[in-house]
């Protein structure tokens, strides 16, 4: 059959364009090149960042590096010592002592506040909405808004020999537990972790309750139909729906734990003695004050790599894959 539009061969299923174009057009070379300018333009425009990455993160941190594998002060000479700062991180028992109280604190930090906020999440998304709900919400978040000096100040006086715990026991009959929290060897780190626990309650729970609003509503019938009580309803619809949520609050507590410093020099310096040292405090301490930058950064370079060995596997299980 012939026609304006071209002839077309028995069983074809291929439409004629009009003009009798072919339907296969090679790319025109216009297009290519439009293709490769777009792909520079965007680079372009992510250049600004890249540039300000690499100036404050790429560069300190190669420089940290090189300066773990030397003995210097900070003025005069530098000598090279090789991994003997490295040595020194997983030898020295004080040292090992302070990274240990940095991963005691990741119990109060991440943990506790993880299961505390999946069980107040729980509580808010049943009791509260409309205005109440988000009075709720304000309130559990307002730890975050508190600068974490004032928080450190707020709760050493509060924890202090005649601070508020203090006198509320007393007030219950039980002075023979009173005691100064945080200057005690037995309670300074628990104090500690205590504060972070109030301040990570928040995020976390915030966090939850976001997550539980995104769970279809039908999961929860479906479960009430199967007869599941809320326990069970909690862990076989709410819990699995959070795996994300769940994986966010573990990775932004655990580095806040392993990278903790303000509520520490605030609320006890790391005292007494070293039972509330943290890394952190004790790299400031190592390079500011005792002029060990070499160690330092060595100590650096290892939080840094607990870090990594801490927050890797919590991505790749709350992503469901296999560590």
């Not at 090149?33 to 425009?45: E, F, M, P």
């Not at 943990?111 to 709900?133: E, H, K, N, Q």
């Not at 504060?195 to 729970?205: A, K, N, P, S």
């Amino acid at each position: 059959m012939t026609s304006a539009l071209g002839s077309v061969p028995a069983g074809s299923g291929t439409a004629p364009r009009p003009g009798g174009a072919d339907p296969q057009l090679p790319v025109r070379p216009h297009r290519k090149r439009w293709g490769r300018t777009a792909r520079w333009v965007g680079w372009l425009w992510v250049l600004p960042a890249l540039i300000m990455y690499g100036v404050f993160v790429l560069r300190p941190l190669v420089l940290t590096v090189q300066y773990s594998l030397y003995r210097w002060n900070g003025i005069g000479t530098a000598q090279w010592v090789g991994f003997d700062n490295y040595l020194t991180v997983f030898t020295d028992r004080d040292l090992l002592k302070i990274i240990t109280n940095a991963f005691v604190l990741i119990i109060f930090f991440s943990f506790i506040p993880v299961a505390l906020g999946l069980l107040v999440a729980s509580l808010v998304r049943r009791i509260t909405t409309g205005p109440g709900g988000t009075l709720v919400r304000t309130v559990l978040f307002l730890p975050q808004v508190i600068p974490l000096v004032a928080a450190g100040i707020a709760w050493s006086w509060v924890l202090s020999s005649n601070g508020l715990v203090n006198q509320l026991l007393r007030a219950v009959g039980l002075e023979r537990i009173t005691r100064p929290w945080l200057g005690e060897f037995s309670t300074a780190l628990p104090s500690v972790g205590v504060i972070g626990t109030w301040i990570m309650l928040g995020l976390c729970t915030i966090l939850l309750v976001t997550g539980m609003s995104k769970i279809d509503p039908s999961l929860y019938e479906a479960a009430r139909m199967d007869g599941a009580g809320p326990i069970r309803e909690f862990f076989a619809v709410t819990l699995p729906s959070l795996r994300q949520e769940i994986g966010v609050c573990l990775t932004v507590t655990v580095i806040a734990a392993l990278a903790s410093f303000d509520i520490v020099y605030i609320s006890t310096s790391g005292g007494p003695g070293i039972q509330t040292t943290v890394p952190g405090l004790e790299i400031y301490r190592l390079a500011f004050s005792q002029r060990q930058v070499g160690l330092a950064s060595a100590l650096g370079v290892v939080l840094m790599l607990l870090v990594l060995v801490c927050v890797l596997p919590i991505q790749r299980l709350t992503r469901g894959e296999k560590a």
